[in-house]
């Protein structure tokens, strides 16, 4: 395999991607990342799916997909098709499940709804998203996010790629906005477990590493 498909999480695009995409095509990998629709504030989880699915077909050839955050919720529910999965500080759920049941449905302070809570955005994020990042990625990531439906972490998923699909875990242990006990209990529905001293960021903070988990999912 040589194919990898990137998939951001919440209020992130394709672009949060670009060092770790860099790191891959240097070594002659097909590395390409997507947006997801429910970060236009509007579209849901299987908008989102869809977008996986399609992305997948146009590879045309067994992928490794990688979920950041929210984006493990998008690969469950739209990689069945995928060689292998691995999991970035990402929300790793069953079937039945959403991010909102995962999080008993009390968003944390740093994440701020619109007046008809049709979407929320993340504030200080340059403490909880971006907290082992430079000073100047950070804000320039930050300038960058937008607003995610409530929708899309509000539907619970239909389907757990994860069951069928080879899958990776990787436990960022300085993430202030997915616990990393979460995530070390989330980690025990995958086959390998990798741990990074990272915040919830690690494309911009260590992006090497991240490049050389994937590698090891390829």
């Not at 989102?48 to 992928?63: K, M, N, S, T």
């Not at 990688?66 to 759920?93: D, K, P, R």
């Not at 008809?116 to 504030?123: D, F, G, M, R």
Request: proline letters at 7%.
């Amino acid at each position: 395999m040589s194919a990898v498909l990137l998939v951001p999480g919440s209020w992130h695009g394709a672009w949060c991607w670009k060092a770790v995409i860099d790191r891959l095509a240097a070594t002659g990998v097909d590395a390409r990342a997507i947006d997801l629709p429910s970060n236009d504030g509007a579209s849901g989880l299987a908008d989102d799916a869809a977008a996986v699915r399609a992305a997948l077909a146009a590879i045309g050839e067994p992928a490794v997909v990688v979920g950041h955050s929210y984006g493990g919720i998008a690969i469950s529910e739209g990689a069945a098709e995928a060689a292998g999965l691995v999991y970035l500080c990402a929300f790793m759920l069953d079937e039945g499940e959403s991010l909102l049941d995962a999080m008993r449905h009390e968003l944390p302070d740093w994440i701020e709804l619109d007046p008809e809570a049709t979407s929320h955005l993340a504030t200080r994020t340059e403490d909880v998203l971006y907290a082992d990042c430079p000073p100047d990625v950070a804000v320039a990531a930050s300038a960058r996010l937008t607003r995610q439906s409530v929708a899309a972490i509000g539907t619970p998923q239909s389907a757990a790629a994860w069951k069928t699909v080879p899958s990776t875990y990787v436990v960022c242990e300085q993430d202030r906005a997915v616990p990393p006990p979460a995530q070390a209990a989330m980690s025990a529905r995958a086959g390998t477990v990798h741990r990074l001293p990272a915040s919830h960021s690690p494309f911009f903070s260590r992006p090497d590493e991240v490049a050389e988990i994937v590698h090891a999912a390829l």
